[in-house]
């Protein structure tokens, strides 16, 4: 928030990173002492969480608006949560496959596990992994995929 005033510029969203993000999307507790403070920091800042995962619940709780969260690049587990970035077949490698996964889940708002279960997601923001090889043409397939079948894309 300091970054953003030093430029005269405002804080839109508020997104836990990496392991805390993961720890928070089934940690009940974690989850609203994280809300909590984003909302004593901000209360009119969007809350990132994983679709379906108490960190959404946690911060409507709070009064926090919510943007739920799905990934591009990642596969998931039947419980709705990432696969571990430890498991070799955590990370989506072509622009194809992540394209299509976002399409599925913008359309018929599921996506399919690594074991073949649709599980339900709301996809309000679409992550693409920034230190990825391919970050920029994974983000292009996925936006042309997106327009030729006339989804509108739009700021949370």
């Not at 409507?60 to 596969?75: N, W």
């Not at 709301?122 to 992550?127: G, L, P, S």
């Amino acid at each position: 928030a300091a970054f953003a005033q030093s430029c005269k510029t405002k804080l839109n969203h508020v997104k836990p990173h990496g392991a805390l993000y993961n720890m928070a999307a089934k940690d009940k507790a974690l989850a609203l002492a994280l809300a909590k403070a984003v909302y004593d920091v901000d209360h009119e800042l969007v809350f990132v969480g994983l679709s379906g995962s108490v960190m959404i619940e946690e911060a409507k709780l709070v009064g926090l608006r919510t943007a739920s969260e799905v990934f591009a690049d990642r596969t998931y587990q039947d419980d709705g949560t990432l696969t571990p970035r430890t498991s070799p077949d955590a990370m989506i490698s072509t622009p194809a496959r992540a394209a299509q996964q976002v399409l599925q889940m913008v359309q018929r708002k599921t996506v399919t596990s690594l074991s073949g279960k649709d599980i339900p997601v709301v996809a309000e923001t679409i992550c693409i992994h920034g230190d990825g090889e391919h970050a920029v043409v994974f983000a292009k397939t996925i936006v042309d995929l997106l327009k030729e079948n006339n989804v509108n894309i739009k700021k949370p």
